[in-house]
């Protein structure tokens, strides 16, 4: 399944200290907003039939991301950020409830990122 939108990387954990002393975390918004892009359309291309799985799970994510005006055109991988680990993660967050119960569950996961339309292919197979 794709997913058309500009990948956005898990950002780093927000704290805020509550008038009780406790501390609560949560999501920059710009991250929590990309995952909503990702569920939002994993939900509409998914079959009806398909069911929340606790098998082992194989998953291939191939994200594209819009070339920068500078960025020559032989250039065909960005070597830049984002981090190729923080775009899983967010995506792998995102999917957690609706694809898989765990992300303990992937045994195999293939990521790259490339220019080309914004956004993410989601491959997921049971092993």
């Known amino acids: 399944m794709r997913v058309y939108g500009i990948p956005i990387a898990q950002g780093r954990p927000r704290a805020v200290r509550l008038p009780t002393g406790h501390v609560r975390l949560y ?27 606790r098998s082992p799970l194989t998953v291939g994510l191939e994200f594209f991301l819009a070339r920068s005006k500078s960025a020559p055109k032989r250039q065909v991988w ?40 914004p956004g993410v292919v989601i491959r997921i197979q049971e092993v």
Request: aromatic content about 6%; cysteine-free.
């Open 27 to 53: 999501d920059p918004a710009h991250s929590k907003d990309w995952k909503r892009t990702v569920m939002a359309q994993v939900l509409v291309t998914r079959p009806a039939t398909w069911a929340v799985t």
């Open 78 to 117: 960005p070597a830049k950020r984002p981090d190729l680990d923080n775009l899983a993660k967010s995506v792998l967050d995102a999917l957690r409830g609706l694809v898989y119960h765990d992300d303990a569950q992937i045994v195999r996961l293939d990521i790259s990122k490339q220019y080309g339309e």
